[in-house]
């Protein structure tokens, strides 16, 4: 064995066992919240830090959660039926936008899109206000279907499909015109699948910001049958104290479909990637 080669091992070796410090240190506090979710609450913070518990409170902590004294499956179910919705509704809807701002010319679709651009440099703190006034008048303030309007478009969704349907060869689109193709038809058949790891890739960043989504759910909702997890993870949170160990419980339970969503859809992303590395 060569110097150069064993100098080559070393170094990775020793970048081997840094990346791993470093994911360790990543993983930590997930670590924590599911020990602690599996504690009874007078262990939770103790010193040192107990990464197995003692006492195991697995069964009573978990049933407690999801058929105890507040129903959480039920804002379980709240929160996928928004999120998914809201997913499939954003994606369409960007999708359709996108193809149109790039393959379909029509007067001032330029200048349409710089506004739309535009809008992306508001805060969405400044809107909050008309955008409550508004959802009170038109009915749809607590209500699931005004919460989902909320994230059924996305200008930051548009902007990045948009980049990825200007990388279809113009040529496609003409050849499909000559053979009597309408646009609908050329979206589906042709631009669609071209786009899908883009398009996966929006969908997986859509459904995790949606279901993390704390602020339009305490904004805009008010009964208590509609709430979605990340309201209902406080009334762990009482009078009598705040039950941290049960809290830990409903958290893992609310980041399974994340991790669910992320393993099945990651090759997706890792292609979206790459084909946006490729046209960079």
């Known amino acids: 064995m060569t110097t150069t080669t064993r100098t080559a091992k070393v170094r990775k070796g020793i970048l081997t066992a ?94 349409l899109f710089l506004i739309v651009l535009a809008t992306y440099m508001i805060p969405q703190q400044a809107i909050l206000v008309p955008q409550f006034l508004l959802y009170r008048q038109i009915q749809l303030f607590d209500s699931h279907l005004g919460l989902i309007m909320l994230g ?19 040529e496609f689109i003409e050849s499909a015109k000559i053979d009597g193709a309408g646009h609908w038809r050329i979206f589906w058949r042709i631009a669609f699948p071209l786009v899908r790891p883009a398009i996966a890739t929006y969908a997986i960043l859509r459904f995790i910001w949606t279901w993390n989504d704390y602020q339009n759910p305490l904004i805009f909702l008010r009964t208590d049958a509609l709430y979605t997890i990340q309201l209902a993870m406080q009334k762990f949170t009482t009078i009598n104290g705040e039950f941290y160990s049960l809290m830990m419980a409903a958290a893992v339970s609310a980041i399974l479909p994340l991790l669910i969503v992320f393993i099945i859809g990651q090759k997706s992303v890792i292609e979206g990637i790459a084909l946006g590395g490729v046209k960079g």
């Open 18 to 111: 840094i990346m791993f410090a470093i994911s360790v240190l990543f993983l930590m506090p997930f670590l924590w919240m599911l020990s602690a979710s599996f504690k009874i609450e007078a262990e939770v913070f103790t010193y040192p830090i107990k990464w197995i518990p003692s006492q195991w409170h697995m069964i009573e902590n978990y049933k407690e959660v999801w058929v105890g004294k507040f129903p959480f499956y039920k804002y379980y179910w709240n929160t996928v039926k928004v999120t998914v919705l809201t997913t499939v509704i954003s994606c369409t809807v960007s999708a359709l936008a996108a193809y149109g701002f790039s393959k379909i010319q029509f007067a001032a679709g330029k200048y």
């Open 152 to 170: 059924s478009f996305s200008v930051l969704g548009t902007f990045m499909l948009r980049q990825f349907f200007m990388g279809i060869h113009n």
